[in-house]
């Protein structure tokens, strides 16, 4: 089946830094989205992608659908405290195909 | 308002013991799903109905039996529960797409599940 492979697990970084993490892909997806955890809630959608090459914004966060349509990152500026969570990346390939999830990268930051 | 609300929050039990988790949203959705989160926070589905109609089932024991009575409710019962269904089971829903199948999910607040 489809795998998602999600890097870093973990990241632990100072207040203001920026952080990128990113998703790859064994095959292509239609759309790729990003979602935030935090803890003891469910899943939060932050951006999504339906076209290659796209890229979105949504406040400080921005996210790239990639041109070979195998992978996307997420890009954080100036991260703040409440930026802390767990971040999933989930893509959809064909049409009738379910949402693979990727294993999540669990953010830090130290006021 | 609540877009996907599931209950109960937390649930307590007993090995061999049957229990019933249940999910509404009122975001006019037709498709709706249920995701195991287990203790390192991987994500996997297993199930989806589109208008009442199971699209999705994962291989799950068949101790699992979704049931939806209509198109804003998925409940999710389990028999005979044992300690590996021990896990956070979020609820989901979408509108279904015939260009981006099952297009974006919005997931409830989950249900902490400790089977003791």
């Known amino acids: 089946g489809q795998q998602l492979n999600q890097s870093p697990q973990s990241m632990f970084i100072q207040e203001g830094e920026d952080v990128s993490m990113n998703c790859t892909s064994s095959?292509?997806?239609?759309?790729w989205l990003w979602y935030k955890q935090e803890p003891g809630e469910g899943p939060v959608l932050l951006i999504a992608?339906?076209?290659?090459?796209e890229l979105t914004s949504n406040g400080r966060l921005t996210a790239q659908f990639g041109i070979t349509r195998k992978d996307s990152f997420l890009n954080i500026s100036a991260s703040i405290p409440s930026d802390v969570g767990i971040y999933f990346c989930a893509g959809q390939g064909i049409s009738g195909s379910r949402l693979t999830f990727g294993e999540g990268t669990q953010l830090t930051v130290n006021p | 308002d609540t877009a996907v609300s599931q209950t109960p929050k937390y649930l307590v039990t007993q090995m061999g013991n049957d229990k019933s988790i249940k999910c509404e949203q009122n975001?006019?959705?037709?498709?709706m799903y249920w995701y195991k989160q287990d203790s390192k926070k991987f994500l996997k589905i297993m199930f989806s109905y589109n208008n009442k109609e199971l699209i999705i089932n994962e291989t799950v024991p068949n101790r699992f039996s979704p049931k939806s009575p209509d198109k804003a409710h998925l409940n999710l019962h389990i028999n005979s529960l044992e300690l590996g269904d021990s896990a956070v089971y979020f609820c989901a829903s979408s509108h279904f797409y015939l260009d981006r199948a099952h297009g974006t999910q919005y997931f409830g607040p989950g249900t902490r599940l400790t089977v003791l």
């Open positions: 095959s292509i997806f239609n759309t």
């Open positions: 992608l339906y076209k290659a090459g």
């Open positions: 975001l006019g959705h037709d498709t």
